[in-house]
């Protein structure tokens, strides 16, 4: 069971780094705002995985949820920042 979590996270990685790519040479902010979405996506599943191979996976799926709710903030704020100042 611990080598598929293994290919699991090691795929993730790879979507990872894709996005990294999307996020530094991405043609509009659009783009760069959508892979730093789904690298904080990503990390979460890293998290959550990285749990259950370690045997413990309450405390990394209370991390995960911290991390997560972080990231939508920080989304939020980015968003309304792009958004201009109208309400």
């Known amino acids: 069971m611990n080598t ?3 290919i699991l996270m090691v795929s993730i990685i790879f979507v990872i780094g894709t996005m990294l790519q999307r996020l530094f040479y991405g043609p509009t902010i659009y783009d760069r705002m959508n ?3 789904v690298i904080g996506a990503d990390t979460i599943l890293l998290l959550v995985l990285f749990g259950y191979i370690d045997g413990r996976p309450d405390m990394y ?3 995960a949820i911290s991390y ?3 990231g939508f903030i920080g989304s939020v704020i980015v968003a ?3 958004g201009g100042k109208n309400i």
């Open 68 to 70: 997560a709710f972080l």
């Open 4 to 6: 598929i979590f293994f």
């Open 80 to 82: 309304k920042y792009l």
């Open 61 to 63: 799926v209370d991390i």
């Open 35 to 37: 892979g730093l979405g």
